[in-house]
T-cell receptor, first 110, second 117 residues
Framework: QKEVEQNSGPLSVPEGAIASLNCTYSDRGSQSFFWYRQYSGKSPELIMFIYSNGDKEDGRFTAQLNKASQYVSLLIRDSQPSDSATYLCAVNPGGFKTIFGAGTRLFVKA | EPEVTQTPSHQVTQMGQEVILRCVPISNHLYFYWYRQILGQKVEFLVSFYNNEISEKSEIFDDQFSVERPDGSNFTLKIRSTKLEDSAMYFC???????????????FGNGTRLTVT
């Protein structure tokens, strides 16, 4: 069974701090990795995707991938209260199916 | 920015009734999907659809479920005889690529909240 694991949280950070969200996956052959943000009652919204080992930056967000350790992370710099949401790690192990983690709840305190 | 649209936003039905959930994927996307999320649980894959046929389906997607692309724009999910446990948020998604080693992100619609009573 292919799995994506995340700490459910909640992760609480003060406004302006860096939030660090982590994810591990079980299928070593996976090549496509995604981070989505989901507000309560809403649909997942794509934040970033990454395919290669290393870091990928987009504005305040940095995705980090380490395929040898089967580990993906998302850093949010200068966290804002509006970043408070559930962050979903998602992995496509090849094929048509994308597998989602249960999500980490982030609270950014003003 | 182009988006996936879903209708209705809410659907209440009685157990045993048929429901059809509708979606209009992003126009230049070729791969279409249905996912569901039971309240408080993970987003779960149901089915993918490419080139007018199912390309992959999960164990959840049994004979009570079917998908169709009746015209060039709509993509539907039918649940033939709903059960209480079908109550969930159903998300349609589309993508530009799929089925390969490197796949493009899913773009989700706003979802249909299905309540079976």
């Amino acid at each position: 069974q292919k799995e994506v694991e995340q700490n459910s949280g909640p992760l609480s950070v003060p406004e302006g701090a860096i939030a660090s969200l982590n994810c591990t996956y079980s299928d070593r052959g996976s090549q496509s990795f995604f981070w989505y943000r989901q507000y309560s009652g809403k649909s997942p919204e794509l934040i970033m995707f990454i395919y290669s080992n290393g870091d990928k930056e987009d504005g305040r967000f940095t995705a980090q991938l380490n395929k040898a350790s089967q580990y993906v992370s998302l850093l949010i710099r200068d966290s804002q209260p509006s970043d408070s949401a559930t962050y979903l790690c998602a992995v496509n192990p090849g094929g048509f199916k994308t597998i989602f983690g249960a999500g980490t709840r982030l609270f950014v305190k003003a | 920015e182009p988006e996936v649209t879903q209708t209705p936003s809410h659907q209440v039905t009685q157990m045993g009734q048929e429901v059809i959930l509708r979606c209009v994927p992003i126009s230049n996307h070729l791969y279409f999907y249905w996912y569901r999320q039971i309240l408080g649980q993970k987003v779960e894959f149901l089915v993918s659809f490419y080139n007018n046929e199912i390309s992959e389906k999960s164990e959840i997607f049994d004979d009570q479920f079917s998908v169709e692309r009746p015209d060039g724009s709509n993509f539907t999910l039918k649940i033939r005889s709903t059960k209480l446990e079908d109550s969930a948020m159903y998300f349609c998604a589309s993508s530009t690529t799929g089925g390969g080693e490197y796949n493009s992100p899913l773009h989700f619609g706003n979802g249909t909240r299905l309540t079976v009573t």
